[in-house]
């Protein structure tokens, strides 16, 4: 059983990296846009505060940009999720009345990627809100400093919120997750999946609005909120740093909003 359960880790870890290196090569080479996330990067670095007209929005366009949020959203949050994934993994390897355990895997994954896909939806209705209404540059970046920053200080506000805390519970604890929340059969691994997704949406939803502040395809900043959510789901116990992200949001956005 051992061994087994070693060969199902790993070979879910490969199919975890493999769907993530994807993902990330995707959202480098641009995710359908005009320019790729490398040029956009380089242009924030030596140009900032650079302003490009926005791209027409049309329906092609429309899906392009969910997605250019979705799959930025499987490279960022699948890496975070994968302690959880594994875990999952071997429970069902030891429950003699699951037949196809990978099956089971995958449709928990999948339950997991229905909530960030609907979040993904939400952010391209909100990036056409702010495109339209003139607050967000072709560069996918809001115009609006003060905006900017109470975004920011928004986010501060949030990390030591009651429900971000009480979501983050459940990131950092996936056993105490699969202990209240199990559900037998691949309708309970869709929806356990969707319910670790709830969670995790709970905990990242205000950070991943922050890509709205350095820009959407930065990839710095991608990278930079990935490490952050990644690090933060693995600081168990460790609630100083949500308390002192907290601060340095707060105290960035206000910088941003009186410098405006």
Known sequence: MDRILKRDRLIVA??????????????????????????MTQMAIEMPGMM?????????????VFLM????????????????????????????????????????????????GAFSFGATVLQWALVSIGHLSGMMELTKAPVA??????????????????????????LIFFMHNWKSGTYG???????NGYFCLGCCWVLMALLFVGGVMNLLWIAALALFVGFEKLAVDRPWLTKISSIALIGVGLWIVMAA
């Open 14 to 39: 490969v199919g975890l990296a493999l769907v993530v290196v994807l993902a990330a090569v995707y959202t480098v080479m641009g995710a359908g846009m005009p320019m790729s996330a490398i040029t």
């Open 52 to 64: 490009m007209a926005s791209t027409d929005w049309t329906p092609r366009y429309g899906l392009l």
């Open 69 to 116: 949020w979705w799959v930025m959203m499987i490279a960022m949050m699948v890496p975070s999720a994968a302690p959880t994934v594994l875990l999952y993994t071997g429970l069902v390897r030891k429950n003699k009345n699951t037949e196809r355990p990978y099956a089971s895997v995958s449709v928990f994954l999948s339950g997991y990627l229905i909530v960030w």
């Open 149 to 174: 920053g109470m975004l920011m200080m928004a986010a501060g506000i949030y990390q030591v919120s009651s429900l971000k805390q009480a979501c983050l519970r459940h990131c950092q604890h996936p």
């Open 189 to 195: 691994a869709l929806r356990m999946g969707m319910q």
